[in-house]
């Protein structure tokens, strides 16, 4: 099992950046590739960024190139999401997820999930 944790949401105006993190315990993280989804209000939840187990590949949304940015520090069992020049097109909840040996883009088939973090981005 693999507990995770998001934190670092909040209500931001446009343009703001916000970093995220997640916390995870349980089984060796470092064997997990980990990912960030998102899901907005009356959307399917959908992949935003994903790494591999050893921080080596990364993995974007094209939509998003540029202004997202995932990392992660096995020493501390933490994947981050850098976000900038965030838009009100950015308001979601936030989700980190797990999966050995990597994420997949497609939601349900990836292990484990944190609780979620809201992310509000005013106009």
């Known amino acids: 099992q693999v507990q995770l944790v998001e934190s670092g949401g909040g209500l931001v105006q446009a343009g703001d950046s916000l970093k995220l993190s997640c916390a995870a315990s349980g089984q060796t993280f470092s064997n997990y590739g980990m990912g960030w989804f998102r899901q907005a209000p009356g959307k399917a939840r959908e992949i935003v960024a994903a790494?591999?187990?050893?921080?080596?590949?990364?993995y974007y949304v094209d939509s998003l190139k540029g202004r997202f940015t995932i990392s992660r520090d096995n020493a501390k069992n933490t994947v981050y999401l850098q976000m900038n020049s965030l838009k009100p097109e950015d308001t979601a909840v936030y989700y980190c997820?797990?999966?050995?040996?990597?994420?997949?883009?497609?939601?349900?088939?990836?292990?484990?999930w944190g609780q979620g973090t809201q992310v509000t981005v005013s106009s």
């Open positions: 790494i591999s187990s050893g921080g080596d590949s990364t």
């Open positions: 997820a797990a999966r050995y040996p990597k994420i997949t883009t497609t939601p349900s088939r990836n292990d484990y």
